[in-house]
């Protein structure tokens, strides 16, 4: 955690904290009436240093796999002269920023993620090649990046709601936070 909080190691000492116990709050959670929320990057950061090798290793070929992507894209455009394939490397720079899970826009990133597929199919049957492969460089790059962040983020929310201390520290550290499902209220550390 980041964070550098001593004093409080407990959910009982965080103020205007919806939960009583720790039990309670996990309680909530096996129920489905909160989600807890994490920051990406804290996320990464503690699967960089904790989660098993494999997840490492699969958050890591992700990155890989892109790289190798970007190119095989400038191979291809030089190779093939087709020059507009070189686009490749910049719309997977642009679909990789907006791919971020976290971002005010990410419910309207998702469906355009998921629409790529569609728009991947018409541009082939259109006999639109070189438009169909940057739109899938796109699709492939959010992909990814929604996959690594799955992993990261599942493995530190699963962690932060069987230790308590660690819970405590990224919630006052503003790494994690609570969403009540039912109300709709987030409950953060100011």
Known sequence: ???????????????????????????AAKDQNISVGVDPLAAAEWSEKHAGSIKRLAVSS?????????????ITAVWLKN????????????????????????????????????????LLLNGLVTAAILVAYADLTFAAVRAAGFVTDSG?????????????????ARECNVRDNKSKKVYCAR
């Open 1 to 27: 955690m980041s964070g550098s909080f001593s004093v409080s190691r407990r959910i009982s000492d965080i103020p205007t904290f919806p939960f009583r116990t720790f039990n309670e709050l996990q309680q």
């Open 62 to 74: 992700l990155s890989i796999l892109l790289i190798i992507l970007a190119m095989a894209s400038v």
């Open 83 to 122: 020059y507009w394939l070189l686009a490749a490397a910049p719309v997977m720079a642009g679909a990789f920023y907006f791919s971020h899970p976290a971002s005010t826009y990410h419910k309207w990133v998702t469906v355009g993620g998921a629409a790529g597929l569609a728009v991947f199919i018409d």
């Open 156 to 172: 530190f929310r699963k962690h932060l709601l069987a230790n308590e201390s660690d819970f405590v520290a990224a919630y006052l």
